[in-house]
């Protein structure tokens, strides 16, 4: 049961992107919110922004004026780290650095009540490592949020080696009270959005170096017979390359470097030209223009397709959605090839024990709005064309990529 609800207070340290967003979703739910940064104009400013945000939603009819500036009301500045004496739950949303975040909770640890929960937003850090880092590994829990937070959906709640499972289960229950979808899972590398995803871009880039596609025809393929929002190359060219390659980076090494999460080539040689993606003007597609232009080219002219591989494709994609089997072969070979590289990246992470079937399926229908989780979707598909289609991707693609736990 949470403590008060309604009248909840939640400390927030970090004012920027993430620490704003979800100032906003606690303040929506009903929560008082104390917002804190380094530089206090830095969490004046983010109030104002959420201000400005309800404004405009007032403005479309989306709420009502009452209930923005009664949201806003609940929002205050932190500007003595004493006001924390009040707060059920504090939330670090700072810079990602474990020594400035470790250094950052100590310095806030003789302020919070004895059984506050210390939450972090970390998306890369060892939340175990941090709770252990400030002498408080029971009372240290992942909250991951996604960003934006007050529109994306999810929350990843991260155990650490020693979170107690009754804080877990708490912070489970605000985030649900503040109206998201949880995933537990373990405190693991990347957690399960952001290993899970690698293969929707990694697998779409090899098959751009494989020549069996522009990156344009599978955006396309993979928004309208996939069914996700946006393709893989413009999706990476909004993230911006630069970002996406690092967190790559990180979960292949942090993981052993498993040949299914390598760096590919073709991403790594935009990040090194500069070629990060929207905001510098060119990626995968030049956005100089009104309309994004496709200017990465196929690493080579014609693909290698085995009569193997049409076939167990033709199978897949007609299993896989209902419009896939419209597809060409080589863009059906490509559409097949990034959703088992996501189908096998969500079986190791079950046998790793980084979460159940449910919380991955949820973690990626919520955290990147996938269409559906990939255990849904493989128990769509069969687990005989399954079988046949990953025999096949071993035999003629790469046995160690498409090796299943
Ligand atoms: P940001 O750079 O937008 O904001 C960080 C804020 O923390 C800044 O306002 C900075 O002034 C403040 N800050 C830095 N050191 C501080 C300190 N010692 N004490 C108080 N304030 C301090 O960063 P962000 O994108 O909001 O990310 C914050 C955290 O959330 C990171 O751990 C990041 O990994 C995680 N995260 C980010 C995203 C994302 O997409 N941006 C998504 C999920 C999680």
Redesign the pocket.
């Known amino acids: 049961m949470i403590r008060g609800e309604g009248t909840s207070t939640v400390g927030i340290?970090?004012?920027?992107?993430?620490?704003?967003?979800i100032a906003q979703v606690a303040a929506a739910a009903g929560w008082r919110v104390r917002l804190?940064?380094?530089?206090v104009d830095?969490?004046q400013h983010?109030i104002d922004g959420i201000g400005a945000r309800l404004e405009k939603r007032v403005a479309r009819g989306r709420m009502t004026a009452d209930d923005a500036a009664a949201l806003v009301e609940r929002l205050s500045v932190g500007d003595e780290l004493s006001q924390l004496n009040d707060c059920e739950l504090f939330i670090?949303?700072?810079?990602?650095?474990m020594d400035?975040?470790v250094?950052?909770l100590q310095?806030v640890l003789k302020h919070l009540p004895s059984d506050a929960i210390i939450a972090?937003?970390?998306?890369?850090?060892s939340v175990s490592d941090l709770g252990e880092g400030v002498d408080q590994p029971e009372r240290t829990c992942g909250m991951?949020?996604?960003?934006p937070?007050p529109v994306m959906k999810l929350v990843e709640v991260v155990a650490g080696r020693s979170t107690s499972p009754a804080v877990a289960d708490r912070v489970e229950a605000i985030a649900l009270h503040w109206g998201k979808q949880v995933a537990r899972c373990a405190d693991t590398p990347g957690f399960i959005v952001n290993r899970v995803a690698r293969p929707y871009y990694l697998e779409a880039f090899r098959c751009l170096e494989d020549g069996l596609c522009t990156p344009d025809l599978l955006d396309a393929a993979m928004r309208d017979a996939g069914g996700f929002r946006m393709g893989p190359f413009e999706l990476t060219d909004l993230i911006g390359h630069d970002v996406n390659a690092a967190t790559t980076r990180s979960v292949w090494t942090s993981w052993n470097e498993p040949a299914r999460l390598s760096p590919v080539y073709a991403q790594e040689a935009l990040v090194a030209a500069g070629d990060l993606g929207r905001k510098s003007g060119c990626g995968v597609y030049d956005h100089s223009g009104e309309t994004p232009i496709a200017v990465l080219r196929p690493g080579q002219d014609a693909p290698a397709l085995t009569k193997a591989l049409t076939t167990v494709a033709t199978d897949f994609a007609a299993r896989a959605s209902d419009t896939a089997g419209d597809l060409p072969a080589p863009l059906q070979v490509a559409l097949m090839r990034v959703l088992c590289g996501l189908f096998n990246e969500a079986l190791w992470s079950h046998a790793d024990g980084v979460a159940d079937e449910t919380a991955i399926d949820t973690a990626m229908r919520f955290g990147v709005n996938y269409p559906r989780g990939p255990f849904e979707w493989m128990a769509g598909i069969g687990s005989d064309t399954l079988d046949a289609t990953f025999t096949v991707l071993a035999n003629d693609v790469d046995a160690g990529r498409y090796l299943r736990p």
Do not use: P
């Open positions: 340290l970090g004012a920027g992107a993430m620490g704003a967003g804190f940064d380094v530089d830095t969490a983010a670090e949303a700072i810079v990602e650095d400035i975040k250094q950052a310095g972090t937003n970390t998306s890369s850090l991951h949020f996604f960003n937070a």
